[in-house]
């Protein structure tokens, strides 16, 4: 039996990357517990292939609801096969992501198995002694991290934001079992029924997805300097994110904020300009793979944590950048 479970989540037959961030943190458990992990998908269409790929990323286990009539994210029916899965097999903990279903299904299931659920958290350990699951989270207009413990009810349950942590690699040496879990009628609810899916192409910034992310700060002194910031980006393929200063000011759109009331990335390069760094803002883009900072304040908080700090001018910086990967396209053609 599987005493720490992940919610995998599934888009027309694909898995979400999340699915596999959250067997990272759930492996770090269920190896502390000395128990195993498995991965819960409800859903469609996801072939033995995704199902292997998760054994493979992790689980020692997939719990595989699939049915066509929960192809769409439909809570009510998805919320009765998971409160049914727990009721069945009494795992001990249960993490989901805190995407729009996420933040949807569990405090409904929550409900379902007179449990509790911490939202959004940031670390997840495992307390000496007695086994129970550490949740830690930013409270108090994120002035503090609260660490929250279930002692008396299970499971024990939380969200964590995508993009907080790596997937681990694929392990081809792993092995693992699939448990198909039949779909009743009586998990069905029946009064919902998904028309479609209509895109919110307003104000649209994938930066979740993008590889490289150039991020602007209050250094950048007004709203017409972010061009710089786009000049950057466009040449790298990458997408503009910005800190709440930016943001706050008008220089820039909400749905480019990065950071603890923003957004949680991690691309392979994140380049900060006139960014300080301040724990909010590093709360969102600490598993980012290389950082790089550009302020001419050698104190700046993002060069502390920065694999390349450079200490200058964000409007010579940038600039030159972008020069010399215009220089080397144009070389290369
Ligand atoms: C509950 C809560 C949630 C928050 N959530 C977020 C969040 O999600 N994201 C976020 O970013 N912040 C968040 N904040 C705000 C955060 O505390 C900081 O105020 C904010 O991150 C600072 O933004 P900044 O780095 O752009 O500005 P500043 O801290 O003012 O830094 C500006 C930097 O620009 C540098 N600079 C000046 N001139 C230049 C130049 N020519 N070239 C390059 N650099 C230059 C300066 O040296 C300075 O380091 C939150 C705060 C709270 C309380």
Redesign the pocket.
Known sequence: MSFVWTIAEQYRGTLKPVSFELLSRGRKLADKLGTKLASVLIGDGVGEEGMNELILRGADEVYSAQDPRLADFVCESHALVLARLIRTWNPSIILAAATSSGRTLMPYVAIKVHSGLTADCTELDIEEGTGNLLQTRPAI???IMATIKTPDHRPQMATVRPKSSRPLEKDPGRAGRIISVPVTDDLIDMRVKVLGYRKDAADFVNLEEADVVVAG???LKKAENFALIRGLADALGGAVGA????VDRGWIAYPH??????KTISPDLYIG????G?I??LA?IKTSGTIVS????PD?NLHKIADFAIVG???RVLPAIVRHLERRKSEAK
């Open positions: 207009g994120g002035n700060g209050k250094g800190s709440r200063e930016a904020q990065v950071g603890l009331s923003g300009a006139g960014i300080s301040s909010q803002h969102g550009v302020n001419p304040d700046a001018d964000a409007f």
